[in-house]
């Protein structure tokens, strides 16, 4: 630290890029010594020069990880090292300048250099830094009107790793922005309402997530390549033809839902998050009318293992999307 900067610590970086400009360095290099403490805090110039941009996101990732693989996180109103400011520094970095990335990898990118790992381990480290991001990177948005539910929602599905989670910022934003202003709509508000109805259904029953979007609840016993049943509904015959006569609604939701599914699930892959949204409203006015009149419980047991399986397409075709029952309201 030179003495200027010891005298006036609100000059670090703007007097050395001076002192590097006036030594003859390349105009860049000046300017990343200038600005790479930028930004230091909520509205400060986010740099957008490559070098300069590259330098503070290192710097800061530098110091998150390090104290993070120490197991020195901020907590309550404690942050003696500022590991915040670092944080909605490298979020703000990144968002700005569209770096795609998983935080994941920055993170363990970033924890090579370090030559010895403490016991907490990499793995425990990179997840309390991942949520450290996201938790600074809820308050960055907040100020932009961006809800904290929606981002949560986001988060939990549609990963870019094989642990699931959205760990790419950029994309990550990209989603919650379609999707807040998706449930800002009828169309989005309806469905909402409709998905947390099946869902609380499907709890009360115990059918568990299927993680299998299209046709959930149906499986291929290998033999004649007819469906057989998954545990949840051993009480009768479901798949892709009920053994009963199925309702008129029943139908409709079907349909929608073999609509519904592909399209969402091709709009993901190509982030065109709008596309995914308005895929899922085609579902609205089917699951309604659903609702309005089927009963899902049926003495029947085909009837009713049939319904709850539909129940459970409908949940898997919107956590494509987002994990819908993290959304307020």
């Not at 930028?38 to 490559?50: A, F, I, L, R």
């Not at 990732?61 to 090292?81: E, M, V, W």
């Not at 949560?152 to 919650?176: I, K, N």
């Not at 139908?251 to 091709?266: I, N």
């Amino acid at each position: 630290v030179t003495g200027m900067v010891g005298e006036f610590p609100e000059l670090q970086g703007l007097m050395g890029g001076y002192y590097a400009a006036a030594q003859g360095e390349h105009p860049a290099v000046a300017a990343a010594i200038r600005d790479h403490y930028k930004p230091v805090g909520q509205g400060d110039e986010v740099p957008t020069d490559p070098v300069t941009v590259a330098v503070s996101l290192a710097d800061k990732l530098d110091t998150l990880a390090g104290f993070f693989l120490i197991d020195q996180r901020p907590t309550g109103s404690k942050d003696p090292f500022a590991l915040r400011r670092a944080a909605l520094g490298a979020v703000a970095l990144i968002l700005q300048n569209k770096i795609r990335s998983s935080t994941y990898r920055l993170f363990e990118q970033t924890s090579v250099d370090f030559k010895s790992q403490p016991d907490i381990g990499l793995i425990v480290a990179r997840d309390y830094f991942y949520d450290f991001v996201v938790d600074r990177m809820k308050v960055q948005q907040r100020d932009a009107g961006v809800r904290h539910d929606i981002i949560d929602a986001v988060v939990m599905m549609g990963g870019d790793d094989d642990e699931g989670g959205e760990r790419d910022l950029v994309r990550l934003l990209a989603r919650v922005r379609a999707l807040q202003a998706f449930v800002g709509t009828e169309n989005g508000a309806n469905l909402l309402a409709g998905y947390k109805r099946a869902a609380n259904i499907l709890k009360k029953e115990g059918v568990v997530p299927s993680g299998v979007p299209a046709n959930a609840g149906v499986r291929r016993d290998g033999a004649d390549g007819r469906p057989a049943l998954l545990p949840t509904q051993q009480h009768g015959f479901v798949g892709e033809t009920p053994s009963y006569t199925p309702e008129p609604a029943e139908d409709a939701l079907r349909a929608a839902l073999d609509s519904a599914e592909p399209t969402a699930a091709a709009a993901v892959s190509s982030e065109d998050f709008e596309r995914a949204m308005a895929a899922l409203a085609t579902l609205r006015a089917p699951i309604d009318a659903f609702f309005e009149s089927v009963t899902v419980n049926d003495a029947d047991t085909d009837k009713r293992a049939a319904r709850l399986a539909l129940l459970d397409r409908v949940r898997a075709a919107v956590h494509q999307v987002a994990d819908f029952s993290r959304i307020e309201g």
